[in-house]
C-alpha cells in the first residue's frame, strides 16, 4: 500500500489560518490502511482542527468526506456538490489522489494534510516497513525476494557495506534489518549462496521517475 | 586489455615489498595549511595515503583537491570515492579530472550513510539526499571500464584510457560472515587490484578469514593490506568491539589495556604486535595503518614495527 502519516498539527494550522469553511478529504484505500488518511482519522482530524484554530481565535466550519478512492476521477467528482460551500480543501490521501482533488478544484487551494512516505506493508499491528521503491527495473528474482532498493539504506545491489551491525540491523537505524543479511541468510537456507557472486552490473534507472515523469502508454486499451 | 599502471603503491606490492599506507583527513575548510602540516608529519613513511571522501558524511576539502596537494608535497594518495554524493557521471568526470591531475591510486567505497552525519557533534546534513546510483562494486567495474575498456559505463569510448590502480575496503569479520570473503570476490572480479580491511584485533579470526580467500584464488588476484587502528585506550577498545561493525576485539587485549599503567605505550606496544602477527599471515602484502587523531605517534610506531622503508624489503 501507499503510507502516508499526518503532518505535524501546527503544520496543519498554519496551512488553514484564513480559511472560513474546509473540506477535510480522506481515501478509504491505502491511507485507511495506514492509519492517517481513512475515514476514521478524518473524523478524529476534523475537531483536532477545529479547537486548534479556536484557540488561535479563528472560527472554522470543517466539513467531512471519505471517498472510495481518491486517485479515481469517478469518486473525486462525489466532491462537486460541496465544493462551491467552501473556501479551501484539506486532504489527507495520499499525494496522488491530492493531485486528482486539487486539479479536479482548480479555484480552491488544496492543503496536504499527511506526507506520502513509501510503499509498504504493515509488517505488524501498527508498524508499516518500506518494501519498494518503484524503480521500474525489479531484481527480486536475483535477490530472493527482498528488495534491496527500498530496504537497503543505500540500495546496493552487490551485497552488504561493512556496516552490518553486529546483530544484523542496518547501520543507519538500530531497528530495522540489513536486508542483504537477510537475503543472505535466504540464499543460504537454499543452499544458492553461490547465486550471489555474480556482480550485478550498474541499474537502469530510466523507467523510475529519474528517466522523466513515468508515462505508461498502452495502445491495446485506448 | 589490461592498461598498464604504475604507482608506488602498485610497485611496492609488485615487487614484494611490504607495503604501508597511512590516512589523511582533509580539512573542514578550505585552508589547505593543516593538511600540509599533516603530510609533512608522515611524509616518506608510506607507498601511499588514503584520502577520505567526506567520511561520517561530513562536509570536508574535497578528496580530490586534498590528493592533488599532498602529491605536490612528494606523497602519493590513494584518493577515496564514494557512492553516496555522485553519480556514474560525476564519478568519472572527477575521476578523468583526478586522473589528468595525476592521481593514480583510486579506492572506491559505498560511504558512510548521511545519517551518521549527524551521529558525532556535528550537526551534519541528515535531511540531504543521498544518490546510490551505483555501489562500490559498480564503481570499482566503472573505474576498470576506464581504463581496461577505453570506455564509459554508458558504453562511449574515452579517447585514452585512465590508469588507475583500483583499491576496495574489506570487513573481514562483518555479518553475515559467511558472505564475506563472497564479497571480497565480487569486489576483485569487478577490478579491484588492492583491499584495505576494516580494523583488525582478532587476528586468528582475520587469518582464517585470509585462508579461504586465498583458497579462492584471491590472494593472488588482489593484495590484501589488513588494517591496523592504533588503540590508546581499554575504553576505545570496548567501544569497537562493542559498536563498530566488523570489529572484534579479544577480551584479553581489553584487559591488557586497563591494566596497563601507561595504556598510550601499550597501545603502541599492541600495534606492533599486531602488525607482526598479521605480517605472518599468508596473502597478506601489507598493512593500512591509522593512529585517529593522533599521527604524531606514526613515525614512532612504523619504525618500531619495523615498517620503516628500508624494513620492508
Ligand atoms: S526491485 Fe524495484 S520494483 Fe522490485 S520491489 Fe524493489 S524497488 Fe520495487
Ligand atoms: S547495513 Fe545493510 S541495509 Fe544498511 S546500508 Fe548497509 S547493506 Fe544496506
Request: proline share 6%; net charge neutral.
Amino acid at each position: 500500500m501507499i503510507v502516508a502519516e499526518w503532518k505535524p498539527i501546527p503544520e496543519l494550522l498554519a496551512s488553514l489560518k484564513g480559511h472560513k469553511n474546509v473540506l477535510l478529504v480522506g481515501c478509504a484505500t491505502c491511507v485507511a490502511e495506514c492509519a492517517a488518511g481513512g475515514e476514521r482519522e478524518v473524523l478524529t482530524l476534523a475537531p483536532v482542527l477545529k479547537m486548534g484554530l479556536k484557540d488561535q481565535g479563528q472560527e472554522v466550519n470543517i466539513i467531512t468526506r471519505t471517498l472510495e478512492r481518491q486517485c479515481e476521477p469517478e469518486f473525486v467528482e462525489e466532491l462537486s456538490e460541496i465544493a462551491p460551500q467552501v473556501d479551501a480543501i484539506m486532504s489527507i490521501a495520499c499525494g496522488i489522489g491530492m493531485q486528482l482533488v486539487a486539479e479536479r478544484f482548480i479555484d480552491l487551494p488544496l492543503y496536504p494534510g499527511v506526507n506520502t512516505t513509501s510503499l509498504a506493508i504493515r509488517e505488524q499491528a501498527g508498524l508499516w516497513t518500506a518494501r519498494c521503491a518503484a524503480c521500474g527495473d525489479c531484481m527480486l528474482g536475483e535477490t530472493f525476494g527482498l528488495c534491496p532498493v527500498a530496504r537497503c539504506a543505500k540500495s546496493l545491489m552487490n551485497g552488504p557495506c561493512g556496516g552490518t551491525r553486529k546483530d544484523g540491523k542496518c547501520e543507519v537505524d538500530e531497528n530495522t534489518e540489513c536486508i542483504w543479511r537477510l537475503i543472505v541468510e535466504r540464499a543460504e537456507a537454499k543452499g544458492r549462496l553461490e547465486d550471489l557472486v555474480k556482480v550485478r552490473p550498474s541499474k537502469n534507472w530510466s523507467n523510475s521517475g529519474h528517466g522523466g515523469p513515468k508515462r505508461m502508454l498502452r495502445e491495446d486499451l485506448r | 586489455m589490461k592498461t598498464p599502471v604504475q604507482t608506488q603503491l602498485q610497485q611496492a606490492i609488485a615487487a614484494g615489498r611490504f607495503a604501508l599506507t597511512l590516512e589523511i583527513g582533509p580539512p573542514q575548510s578550505p585552508n589547505p595549511e593543516p593538511l600540509r602540516q599533516k603530510a609533512a608529519l608522515i611524509k616518506g613513511l608510506a607507498d601511499g595515503y588514503n584520502v577520505t571522501d567526506n567520511q561520517t558524511a561530513v562536509v570536508r576539502m574535497s578528496s580530490i583537491a586534498a590528493s592533488k596537494i599532498i602529491l605536490d608535497l612528494g606523497l602519493e594518495p590513494v584518493m577515496q570515492m564514494v557512492c553516496r554524493d555522485r553519480n556514474r557521471i560525476a564519478m568519472q568526470s572527477d575521476l578523468l579530472g583526478a586522473s589528468a591531475l595525476g592521481l593514480k591510486n583510486v579506492l572506491a567505497l559505498s560511504g558512510d550513510h548521511q545519517k551518521a552525519s549527524a551521529a558525532g557533534k556535528l550537526q551534519g546534513h541528515p535531511g540531504a539526499k543521498n544518490v546510490y546510483d551505483i555501489d562500490s562494486i559498480q564503481l570499482i567495474a566503472t573505474i576498470k571500464g576506464l581504463r581496461d575498456d577505453g570506455r564509459q559505463e554508458g558504453g562511449d569510448p574515452i579517447a585514452e584510457p585512465a590508469p588507475f590502480f583500483i583499491g576496495a575496503a574489506w570487513t573481514p569479520l562483518g555479518t553475515p560472515r559467511n558472505f564475506r570473503v563472497l564479497r571480497l570476490a565480487k569486489k576483485i572480479a569487478a577490478g579491484a587490484d588492492f583491499v584495505q580491511t576494516q580494523a583488525v584485533y582478532d587476528v586468528p579470526a582475520f587469518a582464517a578469514q585470509v585462508q579461504k580467500a586465498r583458497d579462492m584464488g584471491l590472494t593472488d588476484k588482489a593484495a590484501i593490506l589488513a588494517g591496523i587502528i592504533v588503540p590508546r585506550s581499554a575504553g576505545m577498545l570496548s567501544y569497537m568491539d562493542r559498536q563498530v561493525p566488523g570489529v572484534e576485539v579479544p577480551a584479553e587485549l581489553i584487559a591488557r589495556l586497563k591494566q596497563a599503567k601507561d595504556p598510550k605505550a601499550e597501545g603502541i606496544k599492541v600495534t606492533v604486535e599486531l602488525i607482526q602477527a598479521v605480517r605472518e599471515i599468508p596473502g597478506v602484502k601489507g598493512v593500512h595503518l591509522q593512529a585517529i587523531e593522533a599521527e604524531e605517534l606514526l613515525p614512532e610506531i612504523v619504525k618500531a614495527a619495523g615498517l620503516s622503508p628500508q624494513d620492508r624489503g
